[in-house]
């Protein structure tokens, strides 16, 4: 397991942008860079949903409701990820979780989540 921790949540107005950061404060080089990372978010009565990964090799993708507006990236150097979110909709108010998959054990770690919240 890794420990992840997200920050970066808020309140924003539409329209606005807000930077979501997931650092691995107790991870390596080594260890942190394999693994794929990956964004989710749970709104209010929602299931969770994925909302863009960035894999080992630096590939990404980014679900429907985001393209364009999101972008993921990670620094391996630093062992974080992160969720820059522009065009903000009231739809996108949700808790967002980074993730982390290690190919090599099979498990998937996940941090406590942080707010964003999207309106005036």
């Known amino acids: 397991q890794v420990l992840l921790v997200e920050s970066g949540g808020g309140l924003v107005q539409p329209g606005g942008s807000l930077r979501l950061s997931c650092a691995a404060p107790r991870a390596i080089f080594s260890t942190f860079a394999p693994l794929t990372m990956t964004w989710h978010r749970q709104g209010p009565g929602n299931e969770r949903e994925m909302v863009a990964s960035?894999?080992?090799?630096?590939?990404?993708t980014y679900a429907d409701s985001v393209k364009g507006r999101f972008t993921i990236s990670r620094d391996n150097s630093r062992k974080k990820m992160y969720l820059q979110m522009d065009s903000l909709k009231p739809e996108d108010t949700a808790v967002y979780y980074c993730a982390a998959f290690s190919r090599e054990s099979g498990t998937t770690s996940w941090g406590q989540g942080t707010q964003v919240t999207v309106g005036s």
């Open positions: 960035v894999t080992s090799d630096f590939s990404t």
